[in-house]
């Protein structure tokens, strides 16, 4: 399975921007997304971006606000996060999977999380 690494997360204000990152061990053919898990809520999909780079999926909480995207030479997927909010803080972690079904119910690897904290 692909080792996943995210770093990027840390603490910003309401209405701030940061990026995640998640470096994959290998290139690979995965999909890949991001979910997040708050205090004493279940982690939920935020977003997620095939293998090609061609297609991207969002959570309603992200439209409008984070991009994701892929650069292949680098085996990294991002996630641009704007216009945060105190609701945004969370744990994100960055997933792959060889389906686009699997990877938002059960992706194949997980990634060990980077902290993203938003202050009112």
């Known amino acids: 399975q692909v080792q996943l690494v995210e770093s990027g997360g840390g603490l910003v204000q309401a209405g701030g921007s940061l990026r995640l990152s998640c470096a994959a061990s290998e290139r690979t053919f995965y999909h890949m997304g991001w979910f997040r898990q708050a205090p004493g809520k279940e982690r939920e999909f935020v977003a997620a971006?095939?293998?090609?780079?061609?297609?991207?999926n969002y959570a309603d909480s992200a439209k409008g606000r984070f991009t994701i995207s892929r650069e292949y030479a680098k085996n990294t997927v991002y996630l641009q996060m704007n216009s945060l909010k105190p609701e945004d803080t969370a744990v994100y972690y960055c997933?792959?999977?060889?389906?686009?079904?699997?990877?938002?119910?059960?992706?194949?690897?997980w990634g060990q999380g980077t902290q993203v904290t938003v202050s009112s």
């Open positions: 997933a792959a999977a060889r389906t686009m079904p699997r990877l938002t119910t059960t992706p194949d690897s």
């Open positions: 971006i095939t293998w090609s780079g061609g297609s991207t």
